[in-house]
């Protein structure tokens, strides 16, 4: 019991540590509002997600998610944390960001993790938002007329081959336009009749109400989640980064 109720203490710790090192708001960025939420399925997780000022007023956004759960994933992401604030300080383009970071992985991590990724620079004067997608869910951009885009992958996941490139590919965000980041354990979340959140079912709630706030709709989208997968032990961490452009 005593070994048990220590354990039970660490791993509150580490939780209070990783809470810690994730944003609790968003950063001020003329002309736009952004918002996240992570809510590890237990003590703590291996999703990240993560707001990081460069020069020249851009903005780093990223979202990611570790193979694996518990204190391992959590861990290693950390130590991804911590090479990617490094890499950013450097100011290089995200292609080249993300291609370092994945040959420090590849050398760093088991051969049996990797990280899904994806990784966007906002320059809100040019009102473009330059991503690599490392084989993470595709983000959604939804247009103030409700219409889809989908950021599609551009690389695989960072940590399996050391060699592997990534392509850059550049949006322009137009006003009211929503950009929708989540995790896999958002859409695969099963229900009690084994039936996944899914998509479309995220996609809709943010359509509900455009005009909200990011916030908002981060609550709204989490409230809907875990009221969809209330009925069953969770099974993997559910984590949301949604950007819009207010003017």
């Given at each position: 019991m005593v070994a048990a109720e220590r354990m039970e203490?660490?791993?509150?710790?580490?939780?209070?540590?990783?809470?810690?090192?994730?944003?609790?708001?968003?950063?001020?960025?003329?002309?736009?509002e952004v918002s996240g939420h992570s809510a590890p399925c237990q003590a703590v997780g291996g999703d990240y997600f993560d707001y990081i000022e460069l020069p020249g007023g851009r903005y780093a956004l990223g979202l990611g998610d570790v193979a694996g759960k518990g204190l391992p994933a959590a861990l290693l992401m950390a130590s991804f944390q911590a090479g990617l604030d490094a890499l950013?300080?450097?100011?290089?383009?995200?292609?080249?960001?993300?291609?370092?970071?994945?040959?420090?992985?590849s050398r760093r991590i088991p051969q049996n993790?990797?990280?899904?990724?994806?990784?966007?620079?906002?320059?809100?004067?040019?009102?473009?938002?330059?991503?690599?997608?490392?084989?993470?869910?595709?983000?959604?951009r939804v247009r103030a007329s409700a219409d889809v885009e989908r950021l599609a992958a551009t690389g695989p996941p960072l940590g399996l081959l050391a060699n592997a490139s990534f392509e850059t590919r550049t949006l322009e965000i137009l006003p009211g336009d929503?950009?929708?980041?989540?995790?896999?354990g958002a859409t695969e979340g099963r229900g009690a009749s084994d039936e996944e959140f899914g998509e479309g079912r995220l996609i809709d709630i943010v359509r509900q109400d455009l005009s909200a706030s990011p916030e908002a709709i981060v609550n709204r989208v989490a409230a809907a989640v875990e009221r969809h997968c209330a009925a069953s032990p969770r099974q993997d961490d559910i984590t949301f980064v949604v950007l819009k452009r207010s003017a």
């Open positions: 203490q660490e791993l509150q710790r580490a939780r209070e540590i990783q809470d810690y090192l994730l944003p609790t708001q968003g950063p001020p960025i003329p002309g736009y950013c300080e450097m100011g290089l383009p995200p292609g080249e960001t993300i291609g370092r970071l994945n040959r420090l992985l993790r990797f990280v899904t990724f994806f990784f966007g620079v906002l320059d809100p004067e040019r009102h473009t938002l330059t991503y690599v997608n490392a084989g993470q869910n595709p983000p959604c929503v950009v929708v980041c989540f995790s896999d």
